[in-house]
């Protein structure tokens, strides 16, 4: 006997889970369905989580600055109790350096001063208060091991960086999705794990439910595609792939944990700092660690993969993070044995993601959230929750784009501009960074 909901949402990663909390919150019957065993499995797990409020574009910059105060203000976002406690956001700021890379951040810093994001310029003096004993010698560009000048400082100093304190990392990731799991039940929400969904079935010309690998058929009007780096091969169940100008690829990541420097106390002073110079950035970990990650260098050949067989070994790609952050902070120690995560993102061709409706009737997408949003997971369930209320009460999205208030900032942004037909954004910094 099938089962009947109002609507499925494919994975239940932070994103997957947002989005059936703010459907059920608005009293739709939701469904969940993820094939791992548990919520936030899936690269949510490995996610960095790093909150930070500049972007490249104004949209992406109002959207990552709202996403901020859910994190700050969690608990009143969750509004339940969850046994295993609340996901906690260390609050602890950004520090970016400008290089010519990054236009010295004069774009970041007008779209802050617009918006009304608080940040301070350092000079080179400042850095060493932050990062003592860095070495603000330049190093772009950045370049791999192989090449002849690796390590090697060029011509220059760092002059300035831009500290951004409203920002930080969730320590939790899977409890942060376990959390909004807690809260969609809380209003009648379900989730089902260990369910691979194989078939999105359409009658009438519209979705109409899935079916899972072991044969049971669930019934819903709306499927929601929310599996990361598996929204490709989700799409292609209904061969949306090749009808849709933008698309989506898992990109393989590696991140290294590394010890701290010991001439500065990295427990009060470590933050998150972004560094195009060296291609990048870090920030505290659990057990009092450094974690970094790649700002994805040109140099770097993307190791574009199939999400389900990815290697999931470290290889010498967590060693040249490490010796790239070793450039700036010389007193970083170097491991013989890395230790880290690998996983993938879900990347799009100008690293902006897909929030919209599709050209099937019924289902929509929530995809190539490009390793960078984490920290706009309130916002981005919010935002789909009203796209698909409005489309399916008849508005037609593609020409009449629905639009969404932000609840803290009070503007209103066009939901359009995270299309699955719109032109590459050439003012997206093609990055991680977004
Ligand atoms: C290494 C890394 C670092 C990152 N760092 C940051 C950061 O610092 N800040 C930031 O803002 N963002 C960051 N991100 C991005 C952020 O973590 C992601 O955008 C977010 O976690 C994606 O959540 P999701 O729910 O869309 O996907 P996932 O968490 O990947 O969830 C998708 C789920 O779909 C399920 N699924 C797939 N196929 C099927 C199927 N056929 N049937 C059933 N279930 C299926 C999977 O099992 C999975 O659980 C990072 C990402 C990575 C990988």
Known sequence: MSKQYDAIIIGAGIIGAAIGLELARRGWKTLNVDKNGAAGFGSTSNSSAIIRTYYSTLDGTAMAYEGYHYWRDWAKYVGIEDESGLAQFRECGCLVMK??????????MQLSNELGIPHEELNAEQIQAWLPGADLRLYAPAKR???EGFAEPTEGEIQGAVRWPRGGYVTDPQLATHNLQRAAEAVGGKFRFYAEVIEIRQANGRVCGVTLKEGEQIDAPVVVNVGGPHSSKINALVGLNERM???T????QEIPYVTPPQNFDYAKLGMITSDGDIATYSRPASGGMMLLGSEDPDCDAKEWVDADEMDRNLTEHAMTHIIRMAQRLPELGIPNQVRGVVEAYD????WIPIYDKT???GYYIAIGTSGNQFKNTAVAGKMMATLITA??????HDRDPVQYTMEYLGRTVSIGFYSRNREINQDSSFSVLG
């Open 347 to 350: 990347v799009t061709e100008d």
């Open 145 to 147: 091991p192989d090449q």
């Open 391 to 396: 489309c399916e009460a008849g508005q037609d």
């Open 245 to 247: 100008k933008m698309s």
């Open 99 to 108: 290089t010519e890379h990054n236009g010295y951040l004069e774009k970041a």
């Open 249 to 252: 690829r898992a990109l393989r």
């Open 359 to 361: 050209d099937i009737p």
